[in-house]
């Protein structure tokens, strides 16, 4: 009799440890489960971060390089005014005088 009670108590307590092995189980994947949520989400959060400042990156490449090439534009196009501006200049500004050896009267 105190055997058979011995291995009842036996069987119970196998029956009792395995029923907490499966709770513990089932604790630790959602536990397992609420982590890996967790550094997923951050993951996630990281990344669109990242995107963010490559997009932004990208974007102010493209206004920098427009900005250049208007800089560029502006300048050759001024380059034309100032030239021909101090052309005109000096064009009035220097008298046109015969040089001596010349005849006369082509001027």
Same mark, same amino acid.
């Given at each position: ?22 709770? %513990?189980?089932?604790?630790? +994947? ?7 949520? !967790?550094? !997923?989400? +951050? ?5 669109? !971060? ?6 932004? +990156?990208?974007?102010?490449? $493209? ?12 300048? $050759? +196009?001024?380059?034309? %005014? ?14 046109? !005088? ?6 006369? %009267?082509?001027?």
């Amino acid at each position: 009799a105190a055997e058979g009670r011995a291995a009842a108590t036996i069987v119970a307590a196998r029956a009792k440890r395995n029923e907490l092995l499966r709770q %513990s189980n089932r604790e630790s +994947q959602i536990e397992i489960e609420a982590f890996r949520r !967790e550094r !997923e989400a +951050q993951y996630k959060k990281k990344f669109n !971060e990242a995107t963010k400042l490559e997009q932004f +990156q990208t974007k102010l490449d $493209q206004q920098r390089h427009e900005l250049l090439e208007k800089m560029n534009i502006d300048a $050759q +196009q001024k380059r034309k %005014s100032l030239i021909n501006h101090i052309i005109h200049c000096v064009i009035d500004q220097i008298p046109v !005088e015969p040089h001596p050896n010349m005849k006369h %009267s082509i001027f």
